[in-house]
C-alpha cells in the first residue's frame, strides 16, 4: 500500500488524504515538501530556527486546512503559498518586535543583520563565505521582489508557478523579479565587478 | 518581452549561477517528530481558529430586513404605480363615462361594430384651428384622449367599416365633437376672436406671399 502511495502524484495523494484521510499520504507529503519548503523559507527570512518554525506551521495548517485545496490547482504552489505567507507574517512580526526592542534599548542596541559586505575582494571569493555574503544580501532586497527571486532562481519555479503562488500577474512577476536581480546585485557590487 | 529578459539573464548570469549554487537547506532530522508530536497534542497554538458558530441573531437579522424590504415594495409598488400613471386612470374613467353617456357605442362594441357611430352625424369643419367663430366661442375641452374620436384599427383592416363616411376616418386626426371631463396635459383657453383674426392674418400674408413666389416663378420661367 505504501509502495503504492508513494509513486503517487502529489495531487493524487492530497486527494487520497482528502478523502480517505489517509496519514501515510500527508506523511509522503510532508517528506516530499520539508526540504524545498525549509530551503524557500530560510532564503526568505534568513534564520534557522525561526525558518524550521515556519514550516513545521505550514504543515500544520496543511493538516488542519486541507479540503481547502482545490484539484485545479498544483499542490506545490499551494504549499508554497501558505509558507510564503506564514513567512511573510514571520517577518512582520519579527519587524515590530525590532522596533519595539530599540526604541526601548537605545544604548544596548546591537545592529539585527551584521554586516559583512565591506569585505576584501580576495576574502570574499572564499565559497563559504561568498555564499553567507549573498545570503545577507539577498536579506536586504525588498520583500516582494525577495519572494519571486527566490522563487525563480534559488527554487527553479516557472513563471507560471510563481504567479500562482504569489496571484501577481506574470509581467508582473517577472519584472519583479527583474528589479530584485538589479537590486540584489547592487548591493553584491563587490563580487560582480561590471 | 522575452527578448529583453533573456538579456537581462545574461546581465546577471554570474549571480544566477551562484544564486543557484547555495547550499540546500534541509529540514532538522526531528522535524518529523516534532510535526507528528504536535498534531498528536492537538498543539497547533495559533494556527487553529475557532470556526464561527452559527448564529441565530446574525442570520435573522439580515433575513428580516430583506424580507420586509420585500413585502414593502409589494404593498407600496402596485399603487404608487396606478397613481403615477394618470394616462391609464384616466382612459379608464372615460370608458365608464362613456358606457353611460352613451350606452349605445357600449352595446355596438359588444356587437364589434364600429365605435365611431355617433360621430357619423358631425361634420369635420372642426378640423382646422382657424375655423368658425361659432366653433371657436363654442366652450369645450380639447381631449386627444376621446373616446368619439377612437377608430378600430381592426374595422379599417378587415374593411368592417365600410358604411363610415369620410369625416369620421378624419377624425382621428381632428379635433373630437364631445366635450370631455379629461382637463389635462393640454392647457385648454378659450380663443378670443382677436388673436383668432390675427392669425388668420398671419396666416393669409403667409398664403399671399406664397402665391407671390409662385407667380414671380412662372414668369421668370
Not at chain 2, 144 to 162: E, F, V
Request: glycine share 4%.
Amino acid at each position: 500500500m505504501n509502495k503504492l502511495l508513494t509513486e503517487l502524484s502529489d495531487e493524487d495523494l492530497i486527494k487520497e488524504y482528502q478523502d480517505n484521510n489517509t496519514p501515510e499520504a500527508y506523511d509522503i507529503l510532508v517528506k516530499r515538501y520539508k526540504d524545498p519548503l525549509m530551503n524557500f523559507v530560510y532564503r526568505f527570512v534568513g534564520d534557522r530556527d525561526i525558518c524550521t518554525d515556519v514550516v513545521q506551521d505550514t504543515m500544520i495548517k496543511f493538516y488542519l486546512n486541507k479540503d481547502s485545496y482545490r484539484s485545479f490547482a498544483k499542490f506545490s504552489t499551494w504549499i508554497y503559498t501558505i509558507a510564503g505567507n506564514l513567512a511573510k507574517n514571520e517577518l512582520k512580526r519579527r519587524r515590530r518586535r525590532i522596533i519595539f526592542s530599540i526604541n526601548n534599548n537605545d544604548d544596548e542596541r546591537s545592529p539585527q543583520i551584521e554586516d559583512k559586505m565591506f569585505l576584501a575582494p580576495d576574502k570574499a571569493a572564499d565559497g563559504e563565505m561568498r555564499n553567507e555574503i549573498i545570503q545577507k544580501a539577498l536579506l536586504k532586497v525588498k520583500p516582494v521582489y525577495r519572494e519571486v527571486v527566490i522563487l525563480r532562481d534559488i527554487q527553479d519555479l516557472s513563471y507560471e508557478e510563481i504567479s500562482e503562488i504569489t496571484g501577481l500577474a506574470i509581467g508582473t512577476v517577472k519584472s519583479r523579479i527583474n528589479r530584485g536581480r538589479a537590486q540584489l546585485q547592487k548591493l553584491l557590487k563587490h563580487i560582480y565587478r561590471e | 518581452m522575452k527578448k529583453i529578459y533573456n538579456e537581462d539573464e545574461s546581465k546577471f548570469s554570474e549571480m544566477l549561477n551562484d544564486l543557484k549554487g547555495l547550499p540546500k537547506i534541509k529540514a532538522p532530522d526531528n522535524f518529523e517528530y516534532n510535526l507528528m508530536t504536535r498534531i498528536q497534542n492537538k498543539n497547533f497554538g495559533a494556527l487553529e481558529k475557532e470556526r464561527p458558530q452559527f448564529n441565530w441573531i446574525k442570520f435573522l437579522a439580515p433575513s428580516a430586513v430583506v424580507v420586509s424590504a420585500i413585502i414593502l415594495f409589494f404593498i407600496f409598488l402596485p399603487s404608487s404605480q396606478e397613481n403615477n400613471n394618470q394616462l391609464l386612470q384616466q382612459t379608464k374613467l372615460q370608458d365608464k363615462q362613456s358606457e353611460v353617456n352613451n350606452p349605445s357605442s357600449a352595446k355596438n362594441e359588444l356587437n364589434n361594430q364600429p365605435s365611431v357611430t355617433s360621430n357619423d352625424k358631425l361634420q369635420s369643419n372642426s378640423s382646422s384651428l382657424l375655423g368658425s367663430n361659432n366653433q371657436a366661442s363654442r366652450p369645450r375641452t380639447l381631449s386627444p384622449l376621446n373616446d368619439s374620436r377612437s377608430i378600430k384599427l381592426d374595422d379599417y383592416i378587415s374593411g368592417a367599416n365600410k358604411n363610415q363616411s369620410n369625416t369620421n376616418r378624419g377624425n382621428i386626426v381632428n379635433n373630437g365633437e364631445e366635450p370631455s371631463q379629461y382637463d389635462g396635459f393640454i392647457v385648454s383657453e378659450k380663443p378670443d376672436k382677436k388673436t383668432l383674426e390675427r392669425y388668420r392674418a398671419v396666416v393669409d400674408s403667409i398664403k399671399k406671399a406664397q402665391q407671390k413666389a409662385d407667380s414671380l416663378k412662372k414668369v421668370q420661367k
